[in-house]
């Protein structure tokens, strides 16, 4: 059976320190592709070794079409050739693409070999300062005001209670509104931690209580950012 590579991918575009050599060296004993954007992973693939003949590749996208996905690795798969999964930033199958076909591939008794690489999630917990042996990644939150604001009233409940760490994210241009609705709905004492733009040369990663954050809000529209909210006893 081939082997199916789970290919971490940079967080910032030029932070290729960040991603091990042995990912490209584990790209290269693949034939197949599977990337939820082939025109940045590409970009990805050749900022890490030029040498690498992109074309030489068989490409696919991961996409919303679920049942022609698993049919093409399937096929893939029967033609035993190796795969690559390429998310577009951070791990696949981690608040990423991927996991349909991860699924798939263990149903067929392939071995999956996922690779070191950053992942945003992990990393803001790791300089976040907060609880690390209990915490819970949520996703997105409530679009709507209201529904969000309970929404984070319950997170912040549940990490009092269970004394853990409650991890989400929001779409770059909704994280102004965020953190309104975070001063507003937490309790002075609650602590909140933004880190945006991780691994980029404007990282900004700070963990203070709420009453600090309404005191100077930071700007963080359009910013990749993630939240991790903590009413435990730190």
């Not at 060296?25 to 992109?54: G, H, S, Y």
């Not at 700007?219 to 990749?224: I, N, T, V, W």
């Amino acid at each position: 059976m081939p082997t199916i590579y789970l290919i971490p991918c940079v967080l910032a575009e030029d932070a290729t320190q960040t991603i091990p050599t042995y990912v490209i060296d584990a790209v290269k004993k693949c034939q197949v592709i599977f990337a939820e954007n082939e025109r940045t992973a590409r970009r990805f693939l050749k900022a890490m070794d030029k040498t690498i003949v992109i074309d030489d590749y068989e490409w696919y996208a991961i996409h919303k079409a679920e049942a022609e996905q698993i049919l093409q690795l399937k096929q893939k798969i029967k033609e035993d050739k190796n795969i690559a999964i390429i998310s577009e930033a951070g791990c696949p199958g981690i608040a990423d693409p991927g996991q349909i076909l991860i699924a798939e591939a263990q149903k067929l008794n392939c071995t999956i070999k996922p690779l070191v690489g950053p992942n945003s999630i992990l990393l803001a917990l790791m300089a976040s300062g907060m609880n690390g042996q209990q915490f819970e990644f949520v996703g997105y939150l409530p679009i709507d005001n209201g529904e969000r604001i309970k929404r984070i009233k319950e997170l912040e409940l549940a990490s009092q209670k269970n004394n853990s760490t409650k991890i989400f994210i929001e779409t770059p241009y909704r994280n102004n509104p965020m953190m309104e609705a975070l001063t507003k709905a937490c309790a002075d004492k609650t602590m909140l931690c933004v880190a945006a733009n991780i691994t980029a040369n404007n990282e900004f990663i700070k963990t203070q209580p709420i009453a600090n954050w309404k005191n100077k809000m930071p700007e963080l529209h359009k910013q990749p950012a993630i939240f991790l909210l903590y009413a435990g006893q730190l």
